[in-house]
């Protein structure tokens, strides 16, 4: 079961929004590596261009990451995104759904966020992970896990 505090910078100074179980709702936490990079560009934009259908499902969407509240500000008025983006600057969530991980590049290792998404259930508890998903797919694949349909990650 979740009960973290992250911020939000839409909420007013000195608030942060509580991640703590609420009956009746499903919540879906998305882990992006960092904001206005192409693929958390992709992956925020095609949540905001299906959000009616994420609003008919009933759940709230989160966006989750290590930037800070003013990075998630410009970035979430740059492109209208309709859904909460919380931050987590000593990536406690992360690390808790193990999204914190060793990343290489160029031949350098670093820690930093994968790309995934937990479902939770309205009782608080983790129904569903999705790892390492596609940003052009991700949308597609956290409505079908919302509404309980089978996922298809294209991994084979």
Excluded: N
């Excluded at 991980?101 to 939770?120: L, P, Q």
């Excluded at 009782?123 to 996922?151: F, I, S």
């Amino acid at each position: 079961m979740v009960d973290l505090q992250l911020t939000d910078r839409a909420r007013p100074p000195g608030e942060s929004e509580r991640r703590t179980p609420r009956r009746e709702q499903r919540d879906a936490e998305a882990g992006c590596p960092k904001d206005d990079t192409p693929g958390c560009t992709k992956q925020a934009c095609g949540i905001r261009d299906a959000w009616d259908a994420f609003r008919e499902s009933g759940a709230a969407v989160f966006g989750v990451s290590p930037d800070s509240e003013k990075s998630h500000a410009k970035f979430k008025q740059k492109y209208g995104l309709p859904f909460a983006l919380l931050a987590d600057p000593d990536h406690t969530l992360a690390e808790r759904y193990g999204f914190w991980v060793e990343k290489s590049f160029a031949g350098k290792k670093y820690m930093g966020i994968e790309r995934s998404t937990v479902v939770i259930g309205p009782d608080g508890t983790v129904t569903r992970v999705l790892r390492r998903v596609k940003p052009d797919q991700h949308a597609a694949q956290v409505l079908a896990a919302l509404v309980g349909l089978p996922v298809h990650t294209g991994l084979g």
